[in-house]
C-alpha cells in the first residue's frame, strides 16, 4: 500500500509541474501575441510611384 501511495505521489507531483509549465509557456505565448500586434493608425508602407503603377495595371 506504501508503494501505491508513493507511486500516486510521484504522479501527481509530475502532472503539477507539466501543467505548471503549460501555463508559463501560455501565458508568454498570448504576451508575444499582444505585443506584436500592430497598433492601430501604424501605417504599414508608403504609397509611392512603383505603388500607384501597379494599382493602375489592376484597374485595366
Not at 33 to 57: D, N, Q, S, V, W
Amino acid at each position: 500500500m506504501a508503494k501505491i501511495d508513493g507511486e500516486k505521489r510521484s504522479f501527481i507531483k509530475k502532472a503539477m509541474v507539466v501543467a505548471g509549465a503549460a501555463l508559463v509557456l501560455g501565458g508568454a505565448k498570448a504576451r508575444a501575441k499582444k505585443e506584436a500586434a500592430p497598433a492601430k493608425g501604424e501605417i504599414l508602407y508608403r504609397e509611392t510611384e512603383a505603388f500607384r503603377k501597379y494599382y493602375e495595371t489592376l484597374k485595366r
